[in-house]
């Protein structure tokens, strides 16, 4: 050590007299340990000094599947994330530190620990001294060996990703969104598509992540049992048929030999074991993790998996070194989900702090909530009966994709499996944890019979009872932060986090926080705001749009966002609607708009498009027809299939083709994907059926001519039938009318046939088809003004209720009708058919699938993953 590198220790005669705490990770588990020391007052015992790998503050990796899926369609850069957003994403944002007098080294690596002068060494070629070192080094993914995998020593070839980090996340997105600078190959048939190796947790959330993207995804495990660190056989076959359900192709018991690269040195394929190969621009490796210990093995610590340490998480080497997270080894576990490495975390602090000298951390039991891929999934203990005396409960319901079990020995709850329906988890958790007494009738644990009381309300639950696993959170905290003052379900959720992981405990935490609050108080004021960035309910939103004059997503962001920065999740509500308030004038940013709506077309799982042609009321002609027959034999459009809404689509048109098959159609876009007016089903009425009470057919062509096209809230779908038998299905759409003896027209609004099942209620009897029109287009236009972003007709009518609907629209009792009919009238005087005016790219890549390669001098880049394994 030379004099400029000597480390100089604070002293009783140097003005800050505490102790040096230094934190080497920067990750979930080691600012969870500061956060437990923080609150034991730790700040007043040291000067605390933390150093991340990673530029950023702290962020919650679990919301990294998120991150991935939810950008779909946009180019994520990592400037985009300078870790200072008060985002969800960021637990503890820079500026936490500094609020707490931490000195924060983002982006610094500790490359080796000197325990006998206490000091650690930056690769910055900064020395710090410590007093107290906690190692949260956490871990890495796994690369197994494999031909292809590697550009050089230190980076994956491109179009290799691991799945680990926020930059991994950004990597990706940049990737599949065509970036020059990491750009994938598009195979010769048009479609992108992925392989992923590994079908645990972090491989299925990926695999999801990517197809929100519209690649064609696949899995690729080597047994054949999905998550088979969490689940047993069974289980994973519910999950697998789910997963495929939603479009993923499983290869199950395959192993991956080779990554095949193409003429460009990226990667254009994978090879398996058997020798078959599966084309792909894109490969992510999720074969596992490993943990950091290369730190620790360097400076002297005992490592085996993983650093060895005692009951009190102190390096069993050095009773100055603490150890947390999954680099630590205790009695011969390392653990990898968030439940026990809080608790390490806690035991740490009481140690670390003299909050409880004599703290140990004696192992965890298991007990898991997941949502793996949008499905959700909860593991506790032992999978499958392990003794021909334990008990076992099961119940698979594969059409729901269901499955569940409880595992019972000696009268104790041993082990719990849950898959699509987790409603039992907290319950079945509470029970695992306690050893608590079990109902005698066994199926009571998976299902609520009769009036017996299981114990299973949220008022009911201990205080000890975790509610969220993914940080840490019980009922007590929960209500101890009603009672410290929080009066609804989101503030409770922003001081714990509760609810802020995978998400899969929200509705656990919200009946939680409403049993605490009494019933009162418990609605929250985020949940009136229009969209999330902006305070404000949609009227007094619409009011301040109108009175500044914002025409744009990006004036509105800066005019009324409290911190005048654009917010990704409100760009799509905030799009449409400034496009109803100003048809004429609203300024097109087409990065506010999904996919759909910037092609025109709906996209499919496997990243091709669907096309349909409006046909006005259902109604159709043999040219019509034969043109279709032409384009589709012309661009060999693989399924040509009849909607449910009586069109004809076109499936499986490649985004690049999209244009030249409007062209060949020249027929005007049946806007079968947007949040709009969609389509008018009708029967034959008057025209030919021997019932019909009146002309459906041409009433359902006039809808949908005058409305096409109107953009609302969320999409529109409307019936006409002829007489009351209601073959049009009119009583549950959105909007429907049914002809009445007169002939007189009963218009119906709210309905549903979907997921939700609903009866449209009557808003009105009318006696003229001119006075059905205009009645329908005003209702229309009040949803649109008044529905919040998303909701539908069927929860927006029992929302304002139908006789407030009544007077306003019908009876005009609130001098509403004019004005709701002109501003109408303008929308429609300002429609454009899309098919017709988008001949030409708006935007690079909005018809093609990689932005213009741009030639980059290629500047060496080190690589923060480290070597390969």
């Known amino acids: 050590m030379t004099a400029l590198e000597e480390p100089t220790h604070r002293t009783a005669t140097d003005r800050d007299t505490r102790a040096e705490l230094v934190v080497v990770g920067n990750g979930m588990s080691g600012a969870r340990a500061l956060e437990e020391i923080l609150?034991?007052?730790?700040?007043?015992?040291?000067?605390?000094?933390?150093?991340?790998?990673?530029?950023?503050?702290?962020?919650?990796?679990?919301?990294?599947?998120?991150?991935?899926?939810?950008?779909?369609?946009?180019?994520?850069?990592?400037?985009?994330?300078?870790?200072?957003?008060?985002?969800?994403?960021?637990?503890?944002?820079?500026?936490?530190?500094?609020?707490?007098?931490?000195?924060?080294?983002?982006?610094?690596?500790?490359?080796?620990?000197?325990?006998?002068?206490?000091?650690?060494?930056?690769?910055?070629?900064?020395?710090?001294?410590?007093?107290?070192?906690?190692?949260?080094?956490?871990?890495?993914?796994?690369?197994?060996?494999?031909?292809?995998?590697w550009a050089s020593d230190t980076e994956l070839t491109p179009g290799v990703f691991g799945f680990r980090s926020l930059d991994d996340a950004t990597g990706m997105l940049r990737h599949v969104a065509g970036d020059a600078a990491m750009r994938s190959s598009t195979r010769e048939d048009g479609k992108r598509s992925a392989v992923v190796i590994g079908g645990g947790l972090l491989g299925l959330e990926a695999a999801a992540g990517l197809q929100a993207h519209g690649l064609a995804v696949h899995v690729v495990h080597p047994t054949e049992v999905l998550m088979n660190q969490q689940l047993e056989a069974q289980a994973s076959a519910v999950l697998r048929s789910k997963l495929e359900d939603m479009g993923m192709h499983m290869h199950l018991g395959v192993k991956t030999s080779e990554i095949l690269l193409g003429d460009d040195g990226a990667v254009s394929g994978v090879r398996f074991t058997d020798g078959s190969t599966l084309g792909c621009d894109t490969v992510v490796v999720t074969a596992g993790i490993r943990p950091n210990i290369g730190l620790a093995v360097v400076s002297g610590l005992e490592t085996q998996r993983a650093i060895v340490v005692d009951d009190r998480m102190r390096s069993v080497d050095d009773d100055d070194i603490f150890v947390v997270g999954e680099c630590a080894q205790h009695r011969g576990e390392v653990y990898g989900v968030v439940g026990p490495l809080w608790e390490q975390a806690a035991v740490l602090a009481d140690v670390v702090t003299g909050a409880d000298p004599g703290a140990e951390y004696h192992g965890s039991r298991l007990a898991t909530k997941l949502?793996?891929?949008?499905?959700?999934?909860?593991?506790?203990?032992?999978?499958?009966?392990?003794?021909?005396?334990?008990?076992?409960?099961?119940?698979?319901?594969?059409?729901?994709?269901?499955?569940?079990?409880?595992?019972?020995?000696?009268?104790?709850?041993?082990?719990?499996?849950?898959?699509?329906?987790?409603?039992?988890?907290?319950?079945?958790?509470?029970?695992?944890?306690?050893?608590?007494?079990?109902?005698?009738?066994?199926?009571?644990?998976?299902?609520?019979?009769?009036?017996?009381?299981?114990?299973?309300?949220?008022?009911?639950?201990?205080?000890?009872?975790?509610?969220?696993?993914?940080?840490?959170?019980?009922?007590?905290?929960?209500?101890?932060?009603?009672?410290?003052?929080?009066?609804?379900?989101?503030?409770?959720?922003?001081?714990?986090?509760?609810?802020?992981?995978?998400?899969?405990?929200?509705?656990?935490?919200?009946?939680?926080?409403?049993?605490?609050?009494?019933?009162?108080?418990?609605?929250?004021?985020?949940?009136?705001?229009?969209?999330?960035a902006i305070p404000m309910d949609k009227p007094t939103l619409m009011a301040e749009i109108r009175s500044r004059g914002l025409t744009s997503v990006s004036a509105v962001f800066e005019a009324l966002a409290p911190d005048g920065k654009d917010h990704v999740g409100s760009k799509m509500g905030l799009t449409a609607l400034l496009r109803m308030m100003w048809p004429d004038d609203v300024v097109d940013e087409r990065d506010g708009r999904f996919i759909n709506d910037r092609v025109h077309g709906n996209i499919q799982r496997d990243g091709t498009f669907s096309v349909v042609p409006r046909?006005?009321?259902?109604?159709?002609?043999?040219?019509?027809?034969?043109?279709?027959?032409?384009?589709?034999?012309?661009?060999?459009?693989?399924?040509?299939?009849?909607?449910?809404?009586?069109?004809?689509?076109?499936?499986?048109?490649?985004?690049?083709?999209?244009?030249?098959?409007?062209?060949?159609?020249?027929?005007?876009?049946?806007?079968?994907?947007?949040?709009?007016?969609?389509?008018?089903?009708?029967?034959?009425?008057?025209?030919?059926?021997?019932?019909?009470?009146?002309?459906?057919?041409?009433?359902?062509?006039?809808?949908?001519?005058?409305?096409?096209?109107?953009?609302?809230?969320?999409?529109?779908?409307?019936?006409?039938?002829?007489?009351?038998?209601?073959?049009?299905?009119?009583m549950v759409k959105d909007v429907g009318l049914v002809a009445i003896e007169g002939p007189r027209w009963q218009i119906y609004v709210g309905g549903a046939a979907g997921a939700t099942v609903r009866q449209g209620e009557v808003l009105a009897t009318v006696d003229s088809h001119d006075e059905a029109l205009r009645l329908v287009g005003r209702f229309l236009q009040y949803y649109r003004e008044h529905a919040n972003w998303l909701e539908r007709t069927y929860d927006f009518v029992p929302r304002m209720g139908l006789e407030y609907l009544k007077a306003v629209v019908v009876d005009d009792a609130e001098g509403l009708a004019d004005g709701l009919d002109a501003r109408m009238q303008e929308a429609v005087d300002a429609y454009a058919d899309p098919w017709a005016t988008d001949q030409r790219e708006r935007t690079p890549g909005q018809f093609h699938d990689a932005l213009p390669i741009i030639p980059l001098p290629q500047v060496p880049v080190r690589s923060s993953s480290g070597s390969p394994a």
């Open 39 to 149: 609150a034991r007052g730790g700040d007043e015992m040291f000067a605390i000094t933390v150093f991340g790998d990673e530029p950023y503050g702290n962020y919650n990796r679990i919301l990294l599947s998120e991150v991935l899926a939810n950008a779909a369609g946009q180019v994520v850069d990592n400037d985009d994330v300078d870790g200072d957003d008060e985002d969800e994403l960021f637990l503890n944002p820079r500026a936490w530190y500094d609020d707490n007098g931490i000195t924060l080294h983002a982006g610094v690596r500790v490359v080796r620990i000197d325990r006998h002068a206490k000091v650690v060494y930056g690769d910055d070629g900064s020395v710090t001294p410590y007093d107290t070192l906690v190692l949260a080094t956490g871990s890495r993914s796994f690369f197994p060996p494999m031909d292809g995998m």
């Open 371 to 532: 949502k793996v891929a949008g499905v959700d999934v909860a593991q506790m203990g032992v999978k499958s009966p392990e003794r021909e005396s334990d008990e076992f409960v099961q119940f698979s319901e594969t059409g729901r994709g269901v499955y569940q079990t409880v595992v019972i020995r000696d009268g104790t709850l041993i082990g719990a499996t849950l898959v699509g329906d987790i409603s039992k988890a907290a319950a079945l958790t509470q029970a695992f944890d306690s050893r608590s007494a079990l109902p005698e009738e066994r199926i009571r644990l998976l299902f609520d019979l009769g009036s017996a009381d299981d114990g299973t309300s949220a008022a009911d639950l201990p205080d000890d009872t975790q509610i969220c696993n993914c940080n840490g959170v019980s009922k007590g905290d929960l209500v101890a932060c009603v009672e410290g003052g929080a009066e609804s379900v989101s503030a409770c959720m922003a001081a714990t986090r509760a609810g802020k992981g995978c998400g899969s405990c929200k509705g656990l935490v919200t009946e939680v926080v409403e049993a605490a609050l009494g019933g009162e108080g418990a609605a929250d004021p985020a949940d009136s705001y229009y969209v999330p």
């Open 615 to 730: 046909m006005s009321g259902g109604v159709t002609t043999p040219a019509q027809l034969r043109r279709i027959a032409d384009v589709a034999e012309k661009h060999d459009i693989p399924m040509v299939k009849l909607t449910g809404g009586q069109r004809i689509d076109l499936l499986g048109v490649p985004k690049e083709k999209l244009q030249e098959v409007w062209a060949d159609l020249d027929m005007p876009s049946g806007w079968a994907y947007g949040k709009s007016f969609r389509t008018v089903k009708t029967c034959v009425g008057t025209d030919f059926c021997r019932f019909g009470l009146g002309d459906s057919t041409q009433l359902g062509i006039d809808l949908e001519e005058r409305y096409k096209g109107i953009e609302g809230p969320a999409k529109m779908k409307l019936g006409v039938s002829g007489c009351p038998r209601n073959c049009a299905e009119s």
